[in-house]
Antibody, heavy 121, light 108 residues
Framework: QVTLRESGPAVVKPTQSLTLTCSVSGFSLSSAGLSVAWIRQPPGGALEWLAR???????YYSSSLRTRLTVSRDTSKNQVVLTMSNMDPVDTATYFC?????????????WGQGTLVTVSS | SSELTQGPAVSVALGQTVTITCQGDILRTYSASWYQQKPGQAPVAVLYGSNKRPSGIPGRFSGSSSGDTASLTITGARAEDDGDYYCNSRDVTGLLYVFGTGTKVTVL
């Protein structure tokens, strides 16, 4: 059974950095064709794709946020970590991690439950 | 442009058919996938590669694509189909991804 679980602070102050961890089970982060992606959703808003790390440790970032994002993984711990710098209140959102495949078509086939991050002083 | 635009809301009577659309230039190149999200829950994939259903998704969900528009059709809507639906595709680089603006489906 594939599971993903996000963890991290519920509140961060403006200008601080946010670090979120996605702990996965039921699959290997090194399995060919598999990636872990980060997606966020502001309250009442739409989904926004943020970043992806693939089975070869290649990383991809949203064009609009690439200067603030870093994604990494620890295969021994089955964890993927997202760091976002210089947080602002507009970054208040639920942050999801999801397993994805992208052979002929991208598919986010398993999601974590999400973690709400509020940016406030 | 890599933007994907969806209508904000649509309603459908129980048992009837509803189609929601996703429009964007990038859909002329790449296919769309569709995600259903219920309040307080993570999204769930209902279609990928324009018209393929993941395991466990009922056959009343179908998809199509023409030009710059992808469509999701629910035939014989059920109460549990209520929710927000988002389309998704690759962006113009082919390496990144973009979600649509979302459509709220209400089953009456």
């Amino acid at each position: 059974q594939v599971t993903l679980r996000e963890s991290g602070p519920a509140v961060v102050k403006p200008t601080q950095s946010l670090t979120l961890t996605c702990s996965v089970s039921g699959f290997s982060l090194s399995s060919a064709g598999l990636s872990v992606a980060w997606i966020r959703q502001p309250p009442g808003g739409a989904l926004e794709w943020l970043a992806r790390i693939d089975w070869e440790d290649d990383k991809y970032y949203s064009s609009s946020l690439r200067t603030r994002l870093t994604v990494s993984r620890d295969t021994s711990k089955n964890q993927v970590v997202l760091t976002m710098s210089n947080m602002d209140p507009v970054d208040t959102a639920t942050y999801f991690c999801a397993r994805m495949t992208d052979f002929d078509w991208p598919l986010f086939d398993s999601w974590g439950q999400g973690t709400l991050v509020t940016v406030s002083s | 442009s890599s933007e994907l635009t969806q209508g904000p809301a649509v309603s459908v009577a129980l048992g009837q058919t509803v189609t929601i659309t996703c429009q964007g230039d990038i859909l002329r190149t790449y296919s769309a996938s569709w995600y259903q999200q219920k309040p307080g829950q993570a999204p769930v994939a209902v279609l990928y590669g324009s018209n393929k259903r993941p395991s466990g998704i009922p056959g009343r969900f179908s998809g199509s694509s023409s030009g710059d528009t992808a469509s999701l059709t629910i035939t014989g809507a059920r109460a549990e189909d209520d929710g927000d639906y988002y389309c998704n595709s690759r962006d113009v680089t082919g390496l990144l991804y973009v979600f649509g603006t979302g459509t709220k489906v209400t089953v009456l």
